[in-house]
């Protein structure tokens, strides 16, 4: 791989060993995958930074790694494993209080914002249209590269730290306008309704794709709720990090591809689908929404629904900081606690160590949410849209 004069000084270790394990990280990764050259980055977005899921061993590596270094470049971050600003004691006990804000003093410190979301589109970390960029967050990536038409490939929390520090990132797979092409055209029998429907059948494309870049033609544009939802379901359930939609993917991010094969999407797809996620039609004691983190539209519309009425059971709702002074300000946040909602920043119930609060059963409007939660949380899930739970979970 092409290393320009100042990027062998680096991996020679002249700037230091931090910059130098940054730049070996990049170099191998960019070997492996025969990257011609290293490309300028205008941001980077941190995923792996939940001490529930890194534990010491990460907690050490990035503590190494950001030693006497700061981030070259615009740098966000994922979720963490509690709302910092209102720790949960059934979350958060004083070990994990204490290895987590280290880790956000660190990230910090380097020069990170303070965003912890898995949505940083929507905090102001939005690059235009063709910039690079080294992202990690599965449904982050697949966003940027679908509806922003940045460029990043899915981005794993070391080379995304690297990069970070560097400020730059390997030019392959979709980095490339040769990569970005699509593989499959999806032929949607369906018209989804709710943003539920929208993450589902992001969920079924991906399990019945597992790989490549699908092309999809909705009857109508998705509004961004909707376009975040499916890309979510989309990432979770597969390895594609990019979709082409036709009205939305921006011109010129993508080659065209006359040569696709089809695939139809069919009602009774989605409905398999759904069984999956249909473990638990009793008995649910818990109601998470916010995956990926709400925006204030999603916010404002569960007001909407639950106007005059009170949550039967737990209900948490997952959103950034940002997004949560903006609901705090129009008194949104008031109005959802007297129902009976608890709105928390920073964190999810995917990165949050939710065993700790001996949940069973849980009602959510994110297939990638229900995928998580039964894959690491071991718990009984039931997919519903924001609509049926409001009717269902408050009177």
Request: aromatic residues 8%; charged residues 25%; glycine residues 6%.
């Amino acid at each position: 791989m092409y290393l320009t004069r100042e990027e062998e000084k680096i991996l020679a270790g002249e700037y230091g060993p931090e910059a130098e394990l940054a730049m070996k990280i990049l170099v191998s990764i960019g070997e492996v995958f025969n990257a011609e050259r290293l490309v300028p980055i205008a941001s980077a977005h941190l995923s792996g930074i939940s001490y529930d899921n890194i534990r010491d061993e990460g907690l050490q590596f990035i503590k190494m790694i950001t030693k006497n270094s700061h981030f070259k470049v615009n740098t966000t971050v994922n979720p963490v494993a509690f709302d910092m600003t209102s720790p949960d004691p059934r979350l958060c006990d004083q070990k994990m209080l204490e290895k987590q804000s280290e880790i956000v003093s660190i990230l910090l410190k380097a020069g990170a914002g303070e965003s912890f979301t898995c949505t940083p589109y929507l905090i102001g970390n939005s690059p235009a249209s063709g910039c690079h960029v080294a992202w990690g967050e599965s449904s982050a990536v697949t966003f940027l590269n679908s509806v922003l038409g940045a460029k990043s490939n899915r981005e794993g929390g070391p080379s995304a730290l690297a990069a970070a520090i560097i400020g730059k990132t390997p030019l392959y797979g979709l980095h490339l306008i040769e990569e970005r092409k699509a593989s499959v055209r999806i032929t949607l029998e369906i018209v989804p309704r709710e943003t539920s429907h929208y993450s589902l059948l992001g969920y079924t494309v991906g399990v019945l794709l597992r790989k490549g870049i699908p092309y999809v033609e909705f009857s109508k544009t998705p509004c961004l709720s909707e376009l975040k939802a499916f890309c979510a379901g989309l990432a979770a359930a597969s390895n594609i990090s990019m979709s082409i939609i036709k009205g939305v993917t921006p011109p010129g991010t993508y080659r065209e591809n006359p040569l696709m094969e089809r695939v139809h999407i069919e009602e009774n797809d989605l409905e398999n689908a759904l069984q999956k996620f249909s473990e638990s039609e009793r008995n649910i004691d818990f109601v998470f929404l916010g995956c990926p983190h709400y925006s204030l539209d999603e916010i404002m519309y569960l007001a909407e629904l639950t106007e005059g009425r009170k949550a039967l059971v737990e209900v948490m709702v997952s959103t950034s900081r940002y997004i949560y002074r903006k609901a705090l300000k129009l008194g949104i946040i008031d109005i959802l606690e007297k129902r009976g909602v608890k709105i928390i920043r920073d964190t999810c119930a995917i990165v949050a160590p939710l065993k700790r609060m001996d949940i069973r059963s849980v009602a959510t409007d994110s297939a990638k949410a229900a995928h998580y939660l039964r894959l690491k949380h071991g718990m009984r899930v039931r997919l519903m849209s924001v609509r049926e739970i409001a009717t269902e979970f408050f009177r």
